[in-house]
């Protein structure tokens, strides 16, 4: 290779055509240039092979890739990238979202629709949100169920004497003023109740159903009653919809059919219910004393109330954020649903504390009435839907959020996706899925906004759901303060979003 290169080199020289003379030095000089650098490729063709392979490659992992993702946070403005990182930087250290559940819990107890505490609660809130400077802070009144528990109690009469722990259901009628004493028939399922339909006429039906998952489960205590009352049940039991018991009953609501005999409907806790089960194994009688004076008042007025920081370039577009302000009548309402208020609530004064101004509205929202009539919701859904550009409803629980369930287009989940994987990796809730939006949120969700729900860790929510152990003590300020930035940080990202959802 080299000798002939040499000779190669000695060809060209002689080539100078004579027109060229002139220029023979600077042509001799460009020449031998070129012929050096054709002679350096042909003599490192190997290395140069290699240098392009490694080109190669790194165009196709970091250079396309990099295009890819460009293309995909398009929509993801500055402000969210900038902004949603500071919010969640400023939410782990620390928020005030607990301590605020903590004082709401404490200062007014538990908050079902129809009572002073629910409205005083709400009045409460108006005026925090107005000290925070939110603005547009208003109610609106909302027409509520107003349903009432009275006195009530269960004994186990035979074989032996037990006080029952129990809770009637929500929604349920009294036992008109009269001990219900009768045998019990336990059944595990509908379809074992239409097995003994013919014993069933004259006693209480105990549905011992043991909880799989809630929406499954919880078809018990809605429609049990009914279920009971169609073979001529007195009065229809239940075991309480959760996992795990310590001796407490859950309520819940229940609904009556019409044409179907109104029967009254309580829960019993895990333990009684296998006990019953137990002796009925046993092949002994078990007979039940029932004492309820729950009733149904005529409606009452409630207030869904809601403060903003309006937005910059688009006030008339609205990111709603919320939870339920009111809860049962056991507890204190804390998981369910306190704390969701709670985290959305502080997401929009944290937005606000740092100074942000996002460009469209950001809302919080905290809707009257979920528990036993939804008419908060559906309210809202009827008067702001106009305006409503997404909405993001926490009604799971205010511990650990994973992310996000959402009804949208599939642009819309997979842009949201991307926001999630941008600014919440910090604090690991960038879980995007299609799913369930929440109970409030459905009305507006049904009629084509695209909607979410915030998704956090219920392994233990259901063994506090609707009992007097949804307090404040079960509640984490760690993990709501997580919650609070997924919330905010979210809510500022879709605020600013560059363009329409897709
Ligand atoms: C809301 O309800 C209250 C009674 O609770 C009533 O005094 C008030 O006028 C109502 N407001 C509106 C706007 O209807
Ligand atoms: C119902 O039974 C209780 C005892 O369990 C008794 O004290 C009460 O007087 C009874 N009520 C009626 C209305 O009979
Ligand atoms: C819930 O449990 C039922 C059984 O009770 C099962 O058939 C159903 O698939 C479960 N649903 C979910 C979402 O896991
Ligand atoms: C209960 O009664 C059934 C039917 O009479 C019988 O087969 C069963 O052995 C009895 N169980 C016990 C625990 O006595
Ligand atoms: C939507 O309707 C509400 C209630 O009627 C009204 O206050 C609001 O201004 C409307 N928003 C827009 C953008 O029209
Ligand atoms: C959820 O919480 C339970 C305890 O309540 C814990 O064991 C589990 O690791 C948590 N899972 C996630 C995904 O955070």
Not at 34 to 59: Q, Y
Not at 113 to 130: C, F, H, K, R, Y
Not at 441 to 451: E, K, R, T, Y
């Amino acid at each position: 290779m080299i000798s002939m290169a040499s000779h190669e080199d000695l060809i060209e020289d002689n080539l100078l055509l004579p027109h060229e003379i002139n220029n023979q030095r600077n042509r001799k000089v460009k020449a031998t240039f070129l012929h050096k650098i054709k002679a350096f490729f042909v003599k490192n063709w190997k290395i140069i092979l290699l240098l392009f392979v490694i080109l190669l490659l790194i165009s196709c992992t970091i250079i396309i890739p990099i295009s890819i993702l460009k293309d995909k946070t398009k929509n993801i403005s500055s402000q969210c990238d900038e902004y949603g990182k500071k919010i969640v930087e400023t939410a782990l250290k620390g928020t005030e979202a607990y301590s605020r559940l903590a004082t709401m819990c404490t200062l007014f107890g538990n908050r079902l629709s129809g009572t002073q505490a629910l409205e005083n609660t709400i009045d409460w809130i108006q005026e925090q949100m107005i000290n925070d400077g939110l603005e547009n802070v208003h109610t609106d009144n909302v027409s509520v169920t107003h349903w009432v528990r009275g006195n009530e109690y269960a004994h186990m009469t035979a074989p032996y004497y037990k006080k029952l722990n129990m809770l009637g259901l929500g929604g349920s009628i009294s036992t008109g003023g009269i001990n219900i004493t009768a045998q019990v028939i336990v059944v595990n399922s509908f379809d074992e109740l239409d097995q003994v339909q013919s014993q069933v006429p004259g006693k209480i039906v105990l549905f011992n159903a043991v909880f799989t998952n809630y929406s499954s489960t919880v078809q018990y205590r809605a429609s049990g009653a009914v279920a009971a009352a169609k073979y001529g049940a007195v009065a229809s039991l239940i075991r309480s919809v959760t996992p795990y018991s310590l001796g407490t009953p859950h309520t819940g609501g229940m609904y009556y059919q019409d044409g179907v005999k109104q029967i009254p409907a309580a829960a019993l806790t895990l333990e009684d219910s296998d006990l019953i089960q137990g002796l009925v194994n046993f092949n002994k009688s078990v007979t039940i004393q029932l004492y309820m004076e729950a009733q149904t008042l005529p409606n009452a007025i409630s207030r869904n109330v809601m403060g903003q920081i309006t937005g910059s370039e688009y006030p008339d577009q609205v990111v709603v954020i919320g939870g339920h302000i009111d809860s049962w009548d056991v507890g204190q309402g804390a998981m369910d649903d306190g704390g969701g208020v709670m985290v959305s609530w502080e997401a929009v004064r944290l937005i606000k504390a740092l100074g942000i101004k996002p460009k469209r509205t950001i809302r919080v929202v905290a809707w009257t009435n979920e528990e036993n009539g939804a008419a908060g919701g559906q309210n809202y859904a009827a008067l702001y839907k106009n305006e409503t550009f997404f909405s993001i409803e926490t009604d799971g629980g205010a511990t650990t959020p994973l992310g996000f369930s959402v009804t949208s287009s599939s642009k819309t989940l997979s842009a949201l996706s991307t926001i999630a994987e941008h600014v919440l990796k910090p604090i690991g809730s960038t879980s995007v899925t299609e799913g369930e939006v929440g109970t409030d949120n459905s009305f507006l969700v049904d009629q084509g906004v695209p909607g979410a729900q915030l998704v956090t860790n219920m392994t233990q929510y259901f063994w506090f759901h609707h009992s007097e152990g949804d307090a404040i003590d079960k509640m984490d300020p760690v993990q709501m303060d997580q919650c609070v930035g997924t919330m905010a940080a979210m809510a500022l990202c879709i605020a600013n979003f560059n363009g329409n959802l897709p």
